[in-house]
């Protein structure tokens, strides 16, 4: 190497950067080959028949601009308008997508190499895919359907059924079309009027011949090794419902958004009260292909034996509606069946897809929301055993009697309807698959967790209560008196940990900031007792106390109590004394009768 430098001095400088090059170079190579692995004919975890061409820009800005103008369009015009805008939009974006030509993204890879172990098992069931529809963006629907055949073992994949549920325009000849081009197993039907997400899927299970179904919507991209890890849960769970991890999909550029879905998905109950705040909790640390519990799910992507669903899904009660059923199908399974079970194994791109066609809903049915809030209701009343029970539990969803007696009304219908014997109630599903930190009806009500709850009405200055925002905590003139709800921003907590909560941010609680001085400002920080779940007494910042000798709300640290400025509508920890305005009533609302 000596003689080369002195003969070649060139030579040195070439060697060091050639080198480097050729060790990248082999380290990519083992990394390639570590991460493309074939097995039973199948290349993971991006097959080369479906590895597709990045889009360019300028197809990405034309789809964009088509679409942005068809969901403007699909809110604002009539269905009669409507129908020329669709045709144009439908011919328009056909131009701009691959899809056409079976060309899609790179497949999302496998999370854990132990995933892998699914392709060695054998499955004999067969699959229905159920996917209903309404004014969908053809080429989301495309993109979709391309990915299923692209993507799934043809023995498991019976068919597809695809219900267009009373789309203003009749794209069947543009479906059957493709379709024919792409070899795809597609059964299409079409309903003239609108039968609703609920019974369309209803519609879907009953006509399906596999014996595991699959439900679906229009606008999502199934990754290699989706459905394997399903039917493995249901190998082993009969009457459970398997469900996939979803990850967001950017619509600015078509690009994963997100690595994995929130897991603070839920329906939001009337007046902001929400029965499913969690998603699920994650896998296990040591085995990250391990499927785990999860307290509810989003229903669009899920799978059961055909069995499992017509027993459990949700039939619609009011009407035409978008949503819930994934709520009511997540009671009835820990209630009634092998609970809902998650892997990370399985994965599934979603986009927003056509929510234009969801702003429809809402500018056809402006009702919708209560009638959802009515059918969500009336499934929880039928797994709470005590009358009175259940009508203080809907007074803390409703200040109006008349919504009370209507959620009672459902429920007798929905009782007609789901008939199996369930061998859990509501409570157990609060306590046991629900977050421990969750702040809900029935752990409101308990002396375990609270010394006491309500709203703090001033004592010098009646007219105003303590309200708690997302990030400051104030007074407003808006009192609720015993009408608080449980979500409600005027509704406070006083934990036997010492911290004060609120349903508002369930997992933050107030908090000095670390301030001891007159006239600090109290704030939300996340609360101890969620880092820390078996604290028994919060410390520092976070310590608050309420006597009611003196109805003074105490800060324990600085010996500093809650002072009202009403010009100001603040509070502030000012030094404790005789004050009025340091005096605060705490009124239990009507549904805490302990």
């Known amino acids: 190497m000596s003689f080369l430098r002195l003969k070649f001095p060139r030579l040195k400088k070439t060697y060091l950067v050639v080198l480097p090059c050729v060790i990248l170079f082999l380290m990519w190579l083992q990394n390639s080959s570590l991460n493309t692995i074939v097995i039973q004919d199948r290349t993971i975890p991006c097959p080369e028949d479906a590895r597709g061409t990045t889009m360019k ?6 789809l964009r601009t088509i679409e942005e103008q068809y969901k403007s369009k699909l809110t604002t015009l009539t269905k009669l308008e409507l129908r020329e ?52 963006l053809m080429y989301l629907l495309f993109r979709t359907l391309t990915t299923i055949v692209k993507r799934t073992p043809p023995h498991l994949l019976q068919e597809i059924l695809l219900i267009d549920d009373g789309s203003v325009i009749d794209s069947t000849s543009e479906i059957e079309n493709f379709v024919s081009k792409m070899n795809i197993p597609l ?6 009027v609108s039968v609703g997400i609920t019974n369309c899927r209803n519609s ?18 199934v990754s290699d090794i989706w459905l394997e890890p399903l039917l493995d849960i249901l190998k082993s769970k009969p009457r459970s419902v398997a469900v996939p991890t979803l990850h967001l999909i950017n619509e600015k550029d078509y690009d994963e958004k997100h690595l994995e879905t929130s897991k603070a998905y839920g329906i939001e109950m009337m007046n902001g009260y ?5 998603y699920a909790t994650g896998p296990p640390q040591n085995n990250q292909s391990e499927a785990y519990q999860t307290a509810s799910i989003l229903g669009g992507a899920l799978a059961a034996y055909k069995s499992t669903f017509l027993e459990f899904y949700p039939q619609g009660v009011l009407g035409e509606y978008w949503g819930t059923e994934n709520s009511r199908l997540a009671l009835r399974m820990w209630m009634c069946g092998d609970g809902l079970w998650m892997t990370r194994c399985s994965q599934i791109l979603h986009t927003n897809g056509n929510d234009g066609a969801l ?47 209507k959620v009672f009304e459902v429920s007798s219908i929905v009782r007609e309807q789901f008939k199996s014997d369930c061998s859990r109630d509501y409570e157990w599903y609060l306590n046991e698959i629900q977050p421990a930190h969750s702040m809900n009806f029935i752990r409101l009500r308990s002396r375990d967790n609270y010394h006491l709850i309500g709203e703090a009405q001033s004592v010098s200055h009646p007219n105003f209560c303590i309200v708690t925002d997302y990030n400051k905590v104030y007074v407003d003139e808006k009192c609720r008196g015993d009408l608080t709800l449980v979500y409600d921003n005027h509704l406070l907590g006083f934990s036997v940990t ?27 920080y996340g609360c101890h007792s969620v880092a820390h779940p078996d604290l028994k007494t919060t410390y520092g910042s976070q310590n608050f106390h309420y006597d009611k000798d003196s109805q003074q709300i105490k800060h324990v640290q600085s010996n500093r109590c809650a002072q009202i400025f009403p010009g100001d509508r603040k509070i502030l920890l000012i030094h404790c004394s005789d004050s009025q305005d ?3 009533f705490i009124k239990s609302p009507r549904w805490n009768e302990r």
């Open 57 to 62: 820009n300028i197809e990405i800005r034309t």
């Open 85 to 136: 805008a669709a045709e144009f939009f439908h011919r328009d974006v056909s131009k701009h997508w691959g899809s056409f030509h079976g060309l899609l993204p790179q497949s999302k890879p496998v999370p854990d190499k132990t995933c892998l172990r699914h392709l060695d098992q054998t499955f004999t069931s067969r699959v229905s895919v159920v996917m209903c529809m309404k004014n969908e």
């Open 187 to 192: 059964k299409l039907q079409r309903n003239n």
């Open 204 to 221: 879907g299970i009953r006509k399906a011949e596999g014996d595991v179904v699959v439900i679906l919507d229009s606008h999502m991209e």
């Open 274 to 278: 929400s029965f499913f705040l969690y």
């Open 359 to 405: 702003q429809r809903y809402l500018k056809d049915s402006p009702d919708m929301w209560l009638h959802l809030h009515y059918e969500t209701l009336g499934d929880v009343m039928n797994f709470i055993g005590d009358k009175e029970e259940k009508r203080r539990m809907l007074q803390s969803v409703y200040r109006e009697d008349k919504h009370i007696d």
């Open 498 to 524: 010492g911290e004060v909560h609120t349903s508002v941010q369930t997992l933050h609680c107030w908090d000095s900031g670390q301030g001891n001085a007159d006239g600090t400002e109290i704030i939300m």
């Open 582 to 584: 340091q005096r605060w």
